[in-house]
């Protein structure tokens, strides 16, 4: 077996020193890679192997969801009021099949090596042959240790099917390891939510603001949920899964993700169905489950145990990533001290880590708005009347924190506000396009307001030095890449 490996280090090492392209063979890549959880000296890399290279065409019908009237046995169209009692049927066009809707892709088993290296360095090394899980959709996710921080690395993933001694399809990519927290550096991510899969604005498929964002060459990109759409057609969990085929086998996602450190997050659309809790009752998912997408999210997105968690980027800057599904109260519960969206260990977790936490600047990103303002027709986030009094206890948090900022996810407009009670400051990012923005008008310009714009595109933050000092600088960007608005942030 070793001897079998270092000739096939020996090949790929050709194979990279010639620059050559082959004819490849399967299994593939037709999902990309996705690069996350980088710390200063790890990164975790997402795999799905493929039967094909392209995904099934995006041209390609769609299939019909009907629900059922318990009452009469008929099958209407929309599931209007009733849906707690209306249960989905899906019907596939004739000759069509899950394999074959837009932008399916059928898994394979198979085996994943990774070889990465410094990009200063010419030695590379390599992971062991890993199986994909037939039972987690033919995915894995191999952890590269022992990195150096504040490094360049570059990494090329191959396959092969079992007990193979072909190579299959390889493809590079690269990221970079967190800068330790005793060292200063420029550090720049980006943030967006809201990327549904119908309001696509690319040509050839995908979304503008990947590479508008990888013309930043971000160190990391934060994604703060409603990542897919389950809503509509996710009735079972091989259609749950086509969402994530779908949406990641997309050109400007493959694109981005095998270049940029990630760090994914859920929200109601990417956990069930919208504005959803464990224990919610109804039809209108079929045999589709919470507990399911729980499990699916985890599968589908480079992750650990814990979806929520901490990381530092340098003396400068912490972020903290909250989970706001598994946890939570129903929306409908009355509020109380006991009404909750996070969980007392969750709350407990960040309130610990924030106090000892030494970095400059402290930021909280969550999947839901915090500050607001929201419509007064919501209920699901801490900005609500229905989820209040925990609402005002982590903004009183926040405000005994100096140089601490909350950015935000799920609404589908880009605003900067402040809290009028604790001055609390919180950045919406924006849905990923400008056919998804809305839900807001311009001309809704409310007290708590610093910036307002119902359009898509996406958040940067930056730190720099200026005057010998940390600055922590926020651009919100259009879908093309042009800033609309700058908040620059120092501490005194």
Known sequence: MRSFHFVITLLFLIVVASGCKKKTEGPYFAMGIKIGEVTGHSSLVWVRLTADSLPAPR????????????KTGQLVEEFTRERDEYRPEVFFPEG???????????????DVSIYYKPDSSSHWQSTEWKPVDPDRDFTTQILLEDLQPGMNYEIRVISRYPDSKAIGESLTGKFRTATPPGETAEVLFTVTTGQAYLDQDAPGGGFKIYDQMLKLNPDFFVHTGDIVYYDEYAKNLDLARWHWSRTYSLPT???????????FMKDDHDTWLDDCWPGMNTQFMGDFTFEQGQKVFLEQVP????????????????????????FRSPNDMADSNEKTIWGEIQKTWLKNSVSSSDATFKILISPTPIVGPDRKNKF?????????????????????NPGMYVVCGDRHWQYISEDQATGVREYSCGPASNQHAGGWSDDMYMPEHRYLNVTGGFLAGQIIRMNGGPVLVFNHFDVDGNIHNTDTLRIH
């Open 96 to 110: 069509y099949d899950i394999y074959s809707i837009p932008g399916a892709t059928r898994g394979i088993a198979g």
């Open 380 to 400: 699901d986030n801490h900005s609500n009347d229905s989820f209040q009094t925990e609402g005002a206890e982590i903004r009183s948090f926040i405000a005994g």
């Open 303 to 326: 992750m650990g145990e814990k979806t929520y968690r901490t990381y530092r980027w340098g003396k400068d800057l912490q972020i903290w990533l909250v989970e706001g599904r598994d």
């Open 253 to 263: 996602n493959i694109r981005f993700h095998r270049m940029v450190n990630s760090y």
């Open 59 to 70: 041209s390609n019908p769609f299939p019909t969801v009907r629900y059922r009237d318990p």
